[in-house]
Structure formats: structure tokens, C-alpha cells
């Protein structure tokens, strides 16, 4: 499929009917999001739904002219699992090679870096510091971003929880010493972790991601121009912006 750039949001695709009909065999493109306690550049917020993934699926149902129907999960494992089943029509996710075996990838609309959030009674100062047996390490169980850390560490390994609230439960409580996961996910943790930080440097770097079932390949073919598209029409930009990123960068065209 086609987008073009009209003179607003509308990106004017060209019809293509067949793709349409594979990527949303129900008639309605159902929409896999995943939560946090904030919206961010992937997570989104449940009350009220809003968030990047959030504005990107509502301007491809429009182009799509479908009704959209968004299902949130409580980490992006669990919406994998769900697109890779076909219950899920398409989401935005992080990539890695585990994930790809089960789904299948169209280009990015931002590049992400994954790091640690640290409490301040941990001590620690340096992604070198996190790599010590006495060192409690969390993340979301069946992500991109726990596979790289437990990849990384070599004296201690990071216990899996469900979901972004958990770990921060944990981490508040004095359960955890270290919760990984992307740097701009874990930016407004600050406010409700006092005294906690963010370390420098990154144990993986990957791309967010459009993503349909692997077994829809006019469904990709239908999808796979949109991201290109809503980054050269600003759209991108502008949905960065309306949840206060405007610090963070769009991925460059062509990833």
C-alpha cells in the first residue's frame, strides 16, 4: 500500500483491498498496546488511553478506513504471543531476533536504548556496578529488554515480573535494586521513585517496530510504507510531542 503526504495528518494511501482484508480479516483492525503508570514513546496510559502507539493505530485504521479496536496487555511478551496467535492484527513493539521467530517486522518509528533504573539505598553508579551477584536486577518477563540484560550480566540475573507496575513496586519497596528497561520509558519513574537514577550507557539498543502475524504477508505488504510516511508527514513528531518527548528523536527514515 501506498502513503502519500496530504496537506495535514491524512496520509491519502492508495486502496489496496486485499492487504486490507488479511491484516484485518474481522473487519476491524484490532490494535495490541501495552500499558504502564505513563504514556510514553511505546507504553501507553489505560486512564484515558493515550500514549505514541495509541495515536499511530488511530491514524492507520483511518488511512485503512477501519474501526479500530485497541486491546491492552500488560507487557509486550503477552502481545506477541496474541499477534503471533492472529488475535492481534498489528502493534509497534520492540525487536529482537526471539521475537521475529514468532512475527513479523515492517520499519521503526524510534530507537530505543536500554539501561537500568537504580534506587538510591542500591548505591549503584555504572551499568558495570549492576553486574554483581549481591545485585537485585527486574524486568518484564518475556521482552526484548530482560533477554539483553540477562544476555549482558554475568554474576547475577533479573527476576521476571508481569508488568512496568510490579517492578517499580518492587524497587519501592526494597525488593529490587535495579529495574531494566528503556531510557525513555523510565524517565517519569524518577518522580515516583525519590532518590532513584538513571545509569548512563546501554546494555541494548534496538528499534520499536510496526508488527503483524507471521503468516500475513499481504498484511505486511499493506502496513510496511505507513511508518516511512507518518515520519515524513510529521506525524510522528507530533504524537512524540503531545506526550512531552519533545526531547526524543524519531527514528531516521529507512530504519
Known amino acids: 500500500m501506498e ?40 507504553f501507553v496510559e489505560k486512564e484515558p488511553l493515550r500514549g505514541v502507539t495509541v495515536d499511530l493505530g488511530a491514524a492507520l485504521a483511518k488511512e485503512l478506513s477501519l474501526p479500530i479496536d485497541y ?6 511478551g503477552e502481545c506477541t504471543e496474541a499477534t503471533s496467535r492472529g488475535e492481534i492484527d498489528v502493534a509497534f513493539m520492540p525487536v529482537d531476533e526471539e521475537r521475529r521467530a514468532k512475527v513479523a517486522f515492517g520499519p521503526a518509528y524510534y530507537l ?44 547475577t540475573a533479573p527476576i521476571a515480573v508481569r508488568s512496568v507496575e510490579e517492578a517499580v513496586e518492587m524497587v519501592r519497596s526494597g525488593r529490587a535494586d535495579a529495574f531494566a528497561l528503556s531510557h525513555d520509558s523510565l524517565k517519569p519513574l524518577l518522580a515516583i521513585l525519590p532518590e532513584s537514577r538513571i545509569l548512563n550507557g546501554a546494555f541494548q539498543e534496538t528499534s520499536i517496530s510496526i508488527v ?10 499493506c502496513v510496511t510504507a505507513f511508518p516511512e510516511a507518518a515520519k515524513r508527514s510529521g506525524l510522528v513528531r507530533k504524537a512524540f510531542d503531545r506526550i512531552g518527548r519533545a526531547d526524543e528523536a524519531v527514528a531516521p527514515l529507512g530504519r
Open 112 to 155: 530505543l536504548r536500554s539501561t537500568y533504573l537504580v534506587s538510591g539505598a542500591s548505591g549503584l553508579m555504572s551499568l558495570a556496578a549492576v553486574d554483581e551477584e549481591h545485585v537485585r536486577v527486574v524486568g518484564i518477563a518475556n521482552t526484548t529488554t530482560i533477554r539483553a540484560s540477562a544476555r549482558s550480566l554475568q554474576k
Open 3 to 42: 502513503f502519500a503526504i496530504g496537506n495535514s495528518d491524512k496520509l491519502n494511501p492508495a486502496p489496496d483491498m486485499m492487504g486490507a482484508a488479511e491484516l484485518a480479516p474481522s473487519g476491524v483492525l484490532r490494535m495490541g498496546l501495552v500499558e504502564a503508570p505513563h504514556a510514553g514513546l511505546f
Open 71 to 76: 486491546r491492552v496487555f500488560p507487557n509486550s
Open 212 to 221: 503483524v502475524p507471521g503468516n500475513r504477508p499481504a498484511a505486511l505488504a
